[in-house]
Structures are given as C-alpha cells and as structure tokens.
C-alpha cells in the first residue's frame, strides 16, 4: 500500500491537520498576552507557591508536584477557550468548515499546536521547580513533565469543548467555575479523598483532576513508575481523548 493510499484512509488529513497547527501557532505567537500566560503563568505559580510555604518545606514537597496536575488545566483551558472562541465569532472555523475540511482535522491541529506549547510549558515548570525552587522527588523529573503536559492537554479538550457553548470571551471564561474549579476542590489537594464525605468522595473519582494529582503524587513519593501512575494516566489520556471527539462532534458545517 503506498502513503498516499494509506493517508487517504485516514479519519483525517494529514497536510490540513499541519496546516492547521502551523497556523494556529502562528497566531498565538502574535498575541504575546496569550503566550506569556501559557509560558510564564505556571511558573510565576510555582514561585508564588514556594514563597507561601517558606519555612514550611515539608508542605510544600507535598503540595509542590500535585500542583502540576493542576495549574496546566486552569491555564490551557482559559487559553484554549478564548482562542477558539475568537476564531468562531470572527467567522475563521466557519469559512473552514465551508472548504472540503473535515471537524476532525480542526480539532487534530488545535490539538497538536497546544500539544507543543504543553510540552514547552511543562519542560519550564519542571526545570524551574526542581531547579531553583528545589523541588525534593523520589521519582524522575520527566514524570512530572507528562503530568503536566496530561493536564494541559485535558485544559485544552475542556476549553475547545466549552467554546461550541459560549457566545462570547466572557461566556467561556464563565464555564471556569462550573467545569474546573469543583474539580480544583475535590481533587485530592486539600483533604485527601479517603477523608472526604461519601457524596463528594464519589464525585471525586469521576473527575480527572483528581487521576492528575494523585499521579503527579505517585511521581514524587516513589522512585520508579508504579502502576497507579499508569493507571492514572492513561485514564487522564481517555478522557482527553473523549472530550476532543466530542469537540469535534460540536463543529457544524
């Protein structure tokens, strides 16, 4: 079978999914307010949340790597919403939808131009938290970096799946209370969820926030990948997953 055969029997197309994803970082490489909060907003976090525990350093090895499960969600998703919601209302995604374009390769190159910046934020926040904030873990460092890259590609998911919903910026940004921050409360950050009340202990486990930190937490207090790490993730990965084709369902010609 040649590649040409084989990329047409594809679900998707390749070319037009680059495009797509060259085309959107280029866009958000113009808006420095959007590139300086996906790059620099997680790490200005992570200072922020040292100087809180100065003097209390045991808390801060325990809330330090649970947080990278946590803050790529918040800022991919504000992101990520904002800049498909703008493409919407300025008629971009429909005059792309009128071209023999298929949903799955808007969505595919969104998917893979905020996949990259993921990685980028992911790789600064390690190196910052494990550097000059001396961040103390067990396991390596490159499982904190797919935490949270894991946890910014679900921020991604959420925001392109809020945006079919809103009519506007402030619409989007409205969503945050009610899809992510009960998420951000019943994760496990602040009381672990064996301490929970029954109701919200359940509610905590289909939220996959709380797979985030706990994996995140896996990757700090053990030395080697354990199962519950893969566990997690890959529950992380299937929702990610099940939002973007549910995102892609919400594109209408």
Not at 45 to 67: D, I, N, S, W, Y
Not at 100 to 112: A, E, H, N, Q
Not at 121 to 143: C, E, F, H
Not at 233 to 245: F, G, Q
């Amino acid at each position: 079978m040649s590649i040409t055969s084989f990329a047409d029997r594809l679900p998707f197309s390749p070319t037009i999914t680059g495009a797509t994803a060259v085309r959107v970082l280029q866009q958000i490489s113009r808006d420095r307010g959007s590139t300086a909060l996906l790059l620099g907003i997680p790490c200005m976090l992570m200072v922020l949340l040292k100087l809180m525990f100065r003097g209390a350093e045991p808390t801060f090895e325990r809330v330090g790597p649970q947080v990278f499960g946590i803050f790529p969600v918040i800022v991919m998703y504000l992101v990520a919403s904002v800049s498909t919601l703008r493409e919407r209302t300025s008629g971009t995604a429909e005059r792309l939808l009128t071209m023999p374009v298929r949903r799955l390769d808007i969505v595919l190159g969104y998917s893979l131009a905020f996949a990259f910046l993921a990685l980028v934020q992911a790789v600064l926040s390690t190196l910052l938290a494990i550097g000059p904030l001396d961040l103390d873990i067990k396991g390596p460092a490159y499982l904190l970096m797919v935490i949270a890259m894991l946890g910014a590609l679900l921020g991604l998911a959420l925001g392109l799946l809020v945006s079919a919903f809103a009519r506007n910026e402030f619409q989007a940004v409205q969503f945050l209370p009610a899809g992510v921050l009960p998420q951000f409360l019943v994760c496990g950050l602040f009381v672990p969820r064996e301490e929970m009340h029954g109701a919200l202990s359940g509610v905590a486990k289909i939220m996959p926030m709380t797979y985030a930190v706990q994996a995140a937490g896996e990757a700090a207090a053990h030395t080697g990948v354990t199962g519950v790490f893969v566990r997690d993730a890959l529950l992380i990965l299937a929702c990610v997953i099940l939002v973007l084709v549910a995102s892609a369902a919400t594109l209408k010609r």
